[in-house]
């Protein structure tokens, strides 16, 4: 389940006996203090099952508490209290799906040594795991407890319960063919052996490009399918919306990989199989789809929607086009036969790249009635891969460099409020003056320092070590736009948020336990005044449900399908105290409304907004306020 890093990470916190500081854990990892919160949350849920957790205090820092069986990650034997509650479940969901069994909470906690408390918490998280794009139930009648579903229900489960043994093995760094081997208690050596062989030959032979990503979940879902039919159970009739022309184009590739497996493992399959699997092939991109079936409008709307948002023009790349190209559509698919496709890296995206990733969820938004679909934050999160990419081939995130003199504890307080005033795309570094000769400064598009150093063929911005209201202005100002070959859209450095913030829409000290009041109050008031419409309030509970949009600083980001919002507005929230959100804490919320006709406003609210996140001391200041005049008043200060 975890990196190397994130290992690292787990056991530094094991070792400390008190509290150390996110700057502490970041330094003895060499990444940012965004990164360490991006792991740190990972680890906050890696600890959920096994009753370990961090205990964060303000202006303190943080310690794990309740880890005392384990000496280091690497050392994690079977008998520490974490591993028997990941083996104890893994066994239950194998009992249930494997055996097929109808079970009883008595048996289960008899057997396992464990409370009936443990068992139905084990149940409850189990069916967490196994719901995920599927509608299996548990039924439970005086016998025990099953799982009950279609045929289609069950193989998904069967997908989940595969990505969470493998995304949870010891093996998490080791290569897809040795982790695939873990599943062969369950469906076998032999299948598992001639699955992966008649698959990467075809592959190999008839299929010009995939990603390894995509070739691990069709070979997860070829498994499934063999196993299922080598037991005698066949896939109902595929519904005729869903069997189209695509599918028919796929099904060739379907009836030989089936054809294959069953003469070497002894089976007969149907149509219907045949069909699910071609369903499956188009879901997971094995091949490219016919070139009538690609919706370029689609595309192109798209580009052009999210080009007007982030505030950059994407029209001349080239390799951006083709990417969503080979991707909607595929996607599109996916979603409307809810087909769940686990992106591994959502958590990290959306902590690294917030701003891109909740401009793209935002703009989306506007197609979800259109194409009759929801759009996840997996899906969302590939697709912020790609527009990230092009933003650094564009080189739209200029290269800082700040000269300083004055210690680690001065120049994060510049790098902080410089960060505040420029473009969050931008990424910055820190060097003394010794430290130039070693570097080639014509990688960085723009120069500030605190002292006064002359550097040939390039602009160097003298600044204040704490940055003055006229250093602000002349970064601000400043002619070092990015160093790219392409054109992009000149960068608005404002603070935007302003104009679309109202003082009768901000609340301080509010008593909100929960988001789903809090929006629901909030939005009532948005309703009356007319901001947006009724069914605004639904889509940002919808929203929530098919990913959190609160952060590890403890704010909270949602927003609405821009269909149903009359005039941009921003409410403002600031709790009195924190209440659980999805995975985080949080007590400030910026509830974003962004109408149609102001799409191209959206990378500037969402970057002021960001940028008020990402600085420390004006989360603080925003905190700190006791009345609604002060909160906005701090809102647009500098």
Avoid at 106 to 117: A, C, G, I, P, Y
Avoid at 204 to 212: G, H, K, L, W
Avoid at 395 to 424: D, F, H, W, Y
Wanted: charged letters at 25%; glycine letters at 2%.
């Amino acid at each position: 389940m975890l990196t190397k890093r994130q290992k690292k990470l787990l056991e530094l916190l094991v070792r400390q006996s008190d509290f150390k500081t996110v700057d502490y854990f970041a330094s003895k990892l060499g990444v940012s203090k965004r990164t360490t919160h991006s792991e740190l949350g990972i680890i906050e849920d890696y600890l959920q099952s096994s009753g370990e957790y961090l205990e964060k205090k303000r202006g303190v820092g943080i310690a794990l508490k309740r880890f005392k069986e384990v000496e280091g990650i690497e050392n994690k034997k079977e008998e520490s209290d974490l591993y028997n509650t990941f083996n104890r479940r893994i066994e239950i969901m194998s009992i249930l799906l494997f055996d097929e069994k109808v079970v009883s909470f008595n048996h289960l906690s008899e057997r396992f040594m464990v409370s009936k408390t443990s068992i139905i918490k084990d149940f409850e998280f189990i069916m967490k795991i196994l719901n995920v794009g599927s509608s299996i139930k548990l039924c439970s009648d005086v016998h025990g407890t099953s799982l009950l579903g279609t045929e289609e229900d069950v193989q998904k489960a069967l997908l989940q319960f595969n990505r969470y043994l493998l995304n949870n093995s010891e093996l998490y760094d080791e290569n897809f063919a040795e982790k695939i081997k873990l599943l062969s208690p369950y469906y076998g050596e032999n299948l598992i052996s001639a699955c992966s062989n008649i698959l990467y030959t075809y592959i190999r032979e008839n299929v010009n490009a995939i990603s390894d990503y995509y070739v691990q979940n069709i070979l997860n879902i070829f498994i499934i399918l063999v196993f299922r039919v080598f037991k005698g159970h066949h896939m109902e009739e595929i519904k005729k919306s869903e069997a189209n022309v695509a599918t028919v184009f796929f099904e060739e590739s379907a009836v030989r990989l089936l054809h294959k497996s069953a003469l070497r493992l002894g089976f007969s399959y149907t149509n219907e199989d045949v069909q699910y699997l071609s369903l499956q092939l188009i879901s997971n991109r094995f091949e490219p789809l016919p070139e009538e079936e690609i919706d370029s409008v689609i595309v192109e709307q798209l580009l052009s929607r999210v080009s007007a948002a982030l505030n950059i023009n994407f029209a001349s790349d080239q390799k951006l086009e083709e990417q969503l190209k080979n991707h909607i559509p595929p996607m599109i698919y996916r979603l409307r036969t809810n087909n769940k496709t686990e992106n591994p890296f959502t958590l990290q995206i959306k902590n690294e790249f917030s701003l891109t990733f909740n401009v793209i969820w935002v703009v989306l938004s506007e197609y979800e009635r259109e194409l009759g679909l929801s759009f996840n934050e997996d899906e969302i999160a590939f697709l912020t891969m790609y527009f990230q990419a092009a933003i650094e081939r564009a080189r739209l995130n200029r290269k800082i460099l700040i000269v300083c003199q004055m210690g680690i504890a001065t120049s994060e307080l510049l790098i902080n409020r410089i960060k505040n005033v420029l473009p969050s795309l931008d990424s910055f570094e820190v060097a003394s003056v010794p430290e130039l000769e070693q570097m080639t400064l014509e990688d960085y598009d723009m120069i500030i320092s605190t002292i006064k150093i002359d550097i040939p063929k390039k602009e160097v911005i003298l600044v204040s070590p704490f940055l003055t209201k006229e250093d602000i202005e002349r970064i601000k100002h400043s002619n070092s736009l990015p160093a790219s070959e392409n054109k992009v859209l000149e960068f608005v450095r404002a603070h935007h948020l302003m104009k679309f913030v109202t003082k009768d829409l901000i609340y301080v000290n509010t008593n909100f336990s929960s988001k789903e009041e809090l929006i629901d109050q909030v939005s009532e008031r948005l309703i009356q005044k007319n901001y947006v419409s009724l069914s605004f309030r639904q889509t940002v509970i919808e929203r929530e449900e098919l990913g959190g949009t609160d952060l590890p600083s403890g704010t909270a980001v949602p927003h609405g399908n821009s269909t149903y919002v009359n005039k941009t507005i921003i409410a403002v929230v600031k709790n009195k105290k924190k209440f659980k959100w999805n995975k985080y804490y949080v007590d400030l919320i910026f509830l974003i409304c962004i109408a149609k006709q102001d799409t191209f406003q959206t990378r500037n609210i969402l970057s002021d907004i960001y940028n008020i996140i990402d600085n420390n001391e004006h989360l603080k200041q925003l905190r700190d306020s006791t009345t609604n005049e002060m909160l906005y008043r701090r809102i647009g200060s500098d």
